[in-house]
């Protein structure tokens, strides 16, 4: 089935942001510094991908997505707080993210970690305050938070930062990709898939998903650091070589690299072969991974 991708994308989105301006504190809610510059990450642009996918995947199940519709902007708010602190000074030390400036340049930084921290506790509140089963919201909660911390983005972040302007092999560059990156869009696939009553060989299949797209997420990601341009990508292009950070292009070559992207938009697309109609976003959003310029 042909699916309007960039209608989809838009309209699943555009749900998201009406959710997200009911669920994040107004700016005259006290303190309005700390609720001012949380809006401001949160509302300075994006895709809003991993809720995006976690409503594509509670589609490709049977379910009605917009029951979840909460749960998906819990991924956004911790995808935002993950940038928030990824940008500071002691991180990634990045001046602007999606083309103006970080919030911890705005704000300053003692109120950007905090900032970041309320987006993460805020986060898991909408999870724990869902409609779904008890039983359901702890197995949500669970996986998001196992995404999030030692083993997840945290974990990928802490060996990202101590492999900068050192040489890794393949196998280290891998595991902070994963991590850092893919176990959040592992995790949105997941929680669509769970709250929208999927089947045991769903769930498995979904991950399977979610995982490769999610490392070939961060690979175009490394590409487009040095193709893209500072004004397509939102941040100073060519960052990850400035500090050192081994990417798939410097490690393996950039024909290599695309080879290896094509091969994992195969096999997430392969992983939904028993899936019907219903799974063409995922599909198509597998393709708009490869094929992004920002």
Known sequence: MAIDIGRYLSERAEMVERALEAIVPALDCRPARLHEAMRYALFGGGKRLRPVLALAAAEAVGADSTLLIREACALELLHTYTLVHDDLPAMDDDDYRRGRLSTHKVFGEAVAILAGDALQTLAFGVLASGDHPAGKKTEAIRLIADACGSQGVIGGQVVDIESENRKIDAAELDYIHRHKTGCLMRASVLLGALLGGCSPEQYRRLSDYGEAIGLCFQISDDILDVLGTTAEIGKPAGSDQARGKATYPSMH??????????????????????????????????????????
């Open 253 to 294: 070559g950039m024909d290599a690299s695309r080879r290896r992207l094509s091969q994992l938009c195969r096999e997430s697309i392969d992983a939904l072969e028993t899936f019907d109609d219903k799974a063409a976003p995922l599909r198509a959003l597998a393709l708009l991974v490869v094929e992004r310029k920002k």
